[in-house]
């Protein structure tokens, strides 16, 4: 499969690597391409090993050491590693005898694995899917930062929304002398989206608007198409979307289902009134679904699904009478239409003097594509159909309170 941008990615990662020992954090969304970036760099010995939902005690790091080739003479502790990795015990020095006191073996577990990260170096260990991190890699990954060998890097990767334990903890342990670097790995943009879709389909498809660029949901979409199968929601987000829905507390999911329905990103109130739930319960349930990362704010106080193939997984998902409730909400708002918010007010104000989205844009400090989400949510409010429509109308407009 062809690699599609991110020279700057891979020219910071070089960069740090190139500098143990190195801890470095890759933060992003599933699909995005964290797994594949880290397969790109060339040149370098890596030891790939991953987290799993199941969370099995040591998975990642077992996973990434049976792959090693160990060098003569190691370091007699690395032994205690043999009933962990019987794939290469026979390259390892015989198992010391068994400790008494489980804290102590532990303790020589942990430091069996950071001498035999010693001998294999330079290398770089990877722990991938962080968010689903074990116990024990948790407080392993804690040690082996405290005193990495100076020719080991270590590189984690985790998506952001799924994180109970926050990295920030691995960080804290970090002594002075050991550099640690973060990356947010973002969405392929509209040129990068078209030129993957190029590579991957016969003709030229817009692929931007059902994936907003997160490379898993072009592939997905791709291959319905090319498969002649129309573009549907993808399996796999599917899945991950009825996931976390399930595991939403009922109020939050009721916020999440709201904002499926509705056309735009809306204001929690607005949100909260189609969902049919108070508004302080609503911003609580908001708040959840927001540290769960199915909702995010797409603008400034507005919040949506983060990309339309998740909005279209969330709506397919909708029992049928549910799905009545919410639209009867929609269809008969509890608010008034024609109330703007004081920033809708100020864009059409500005768009009433003849201005284009993109001077509206610098002149508020805001981005075009906010401003252009703020005049469609203008014009739908007020049941206009053009911009020119807002010279007649602006003047007249509520301020909400
Ligand atoms: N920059 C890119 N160019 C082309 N394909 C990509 C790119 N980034 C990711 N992909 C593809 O998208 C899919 C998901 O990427 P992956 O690295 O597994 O995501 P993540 O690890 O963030 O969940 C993979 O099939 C991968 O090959
Ligand atoms: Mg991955």
Sequence with gaps: MPFVG?????????GALARPPVVILIE???GVGKTRLLHELTGRSMLFGSCHPMRFPYGPVVEALREACPPKDLNPITGALRPLLPECAHLLPPAPPALQNAQVERHRLFRA?????????????????????????RELLGFLVRCLPPTVNLVLTYRGEDLRHPVAELLAHLPPRIDHAELALAPLDVEQTALLAKHLLPGAVDLWPLTCGVPSAIEELARMLADGRPPGTPPALRDTVQLKLDALPPVARR?????????????????????????EQGERGLAEALR??????????????????????????????????LSRRIDAPTEPLGILSPREEQVIGLAADGLTNKEIAESLFLSPRTVEVHVANALRKLGLTSR??????????????
Excluded: N
Excluded at 293 to 322: D, H, K
């Design 292 to 325: 769960r990362g199915l909702l995010r704010e797409c603008t400034p106080g507005a919040y949506g699904l983060r990309q339309p193939l998740a909005r279209q997984a969330v709506r397919e998902s909708i029992t049928p009478m549910v799905r009545r409730r």
């Design 6 to 14: 991110r020279e700057r990615e891979l020219c910071q990662l070089t």
């Design 255 to 279: 916020m999440v289902q709201a904002a499926a329905m509705l056309d735009e990103p809306a204001a929690p109130k607005a949100l909260a009134s189609v969902a049919g739930i108070p508004p």
């Design 113 to 137: 694995v950071l001498s035999l990260l010693d001998a294999l170096g330079p290398i770089t260990l990877v722990v991938e899917d962080v968010h689903w991190v074990d116990q024990d890699t």
């Design 388 to 401: 020119r429509q807002f010279q007649r109308t602006a003047p007249h407009t509520t301020r909400r309170t």
């Design 28 to 30: 992003g969304e599933a």
